[in-house]
């Protein structure tokens, strides 16, 4: 499964393959959705694609989503978003980044800059809903394209559960409650959803295969 506008959005699975990355082009301009790997990686998928970085977004400060952000920002001197509710997780767990054999993330030279949620345009183009989704970590964000009807979920939910919340900030209430919150939103049915590990789905496929992508 593909998101309809292969022009502007493209699912990226960067070594080592673990985390479902987004790499989103405007013109010649591009933006990052949670850069998993390695900072020269992304560097050789620009160059490859005739693009320039701008932008860097995050779902949630897990070094699994946020490996690359710190050296990318710095090297093409571009902002990186997060909640700030989530500051204090940038350098927590890299031991995961050991087991990949990907550098540890430095918290002391690490600048996101933060991003609350409601409507923005990434890349000055294309709309976005930012949408507050705390429980796996406190500041969890969702990010919604209403043109293109795509939702990248992070690790809220998944095509047939949730994300962990026995994490330091996670808080199991907290988590359904988002949950339940992108359920009441009443996307279109046939929205796109990019989770943060494992395969896609749809709107329709988390209601039809998802037994705790409901209200409460």
Same mark, same amino acid.
């Given at each position: 499964?593909?998101?309809?506008? !292969?022009?502007?959005?493209?699912? /990226?699975?960067? +070594?080592?393959?673990?985390?479902?990355?987004?790499?989103?082009?405007?013109?010649?301009?591009?933006?990052?959705?949670?850069?998993?790997? %390695?900072?020269?990686?992304?560097? %050789? #998928? $620009?160059?490859?694609?005739? /693009?320039?970085? %701008?932008?860097?977004?995050?779902?949630?400060?897990?070094?699994?989503?946020?490996?690359?952000?710190?050296?990318?920002? %710095?090297?093409?001197?571009? =902002?990186?978003?997060?909640?700030?509710?989530?500051?204090?997780?940038?350098?927590?767990?890299?031991? $995961?980044?050991?087991?990949?054999?990907?550098?540890?993330?430095?918290?002391?030279?690490?600048?996101?800059? =933060?991003?609350?949620?409601?409507?923005?345009? #990434?890349?000055?183009?294309?709309?976005?809903?930012?949408?507050?989704? +705390?429980?796996?970590? =406190?500041?969890?964000?969702?990010?919604?394209?209403?043109?293109?009807?795509? /939702?990248?979920?992070?690790?809220?939910?998944?095509?047939?559960?949730?994300?962990?919340?026995?994490?330091?900030?996670?808080? !199991? !209430?907290?988590?359904? !409650?988002?949950?339940?919150? $992108?359920?009441?939103?009443? /996307?279109?049915?046939?929205?796109?959803? #990019?989770?943060?590990?494992?395969?896609?789905?749809?709107?329709?496929?988390?209601?039809?295969?998802? =037994?705790?992508?409901?209200?409460?």
């Amino acid at each position: 499964m593909q998101p309809k506008n !292969q022009n502007k959005f493209e699912i /990226l699975r960067m +070594p080592p393959a673990n985390t479902n990355s987004v790499l989103v082009a405007c013109g010649g301009n591009a933006a990052i959705f949670d850069p998993w790997g %390695r900072a020269d990686d992304w560097g %050789r #998928v $620009l160059n490859e694609r005739g /693009l320039t970085l %701008r932008e860097i977004y995050a779902t949630h400060g897990h070094p699994d989503h946020i490996s690359a952000a710190v050296d990318l920002a %710095r090297e093409h001197n571009v =902002p990186w978003y997060m909640s700030p509710a989530d500051n204090s997780l940038i350098g927590w767990g890299n031991e $995961l980044l050991d087991f990949f054999s990907i550098p540890h993330i430095c918290a002391h030279s690490a600048n996101p800059s =933060p991003i609350m949620p409601g409507r923005r345009n #990434v890349l000055d183009c294309i709309p976005m809903d930012v949408i507050a989704a +705390p429980g796996h970590t =406190p500041g969890g964000l969702c990010f919604y394209f209403p043109n293109e009807k795509i /939702l990248l979920t992070g690790d809220t939910v998944f095509h047939d559960g949730f994300g962990r919340y026995d994490f330091p900030g996670g808080n !199991q !209430q907290i988590l359904f !409650q988002s949950i339940s919150n $992108l359920y009441t939103l009443n /996307l279109p049915a046939d929205t796109y959803v #990019v989770h943060g590990h494992g395969p896609d789905s749809t709107i329709a496929g988390l209601k039809e295969s998802n =037994p705790y992508f409901r209200a409460i």
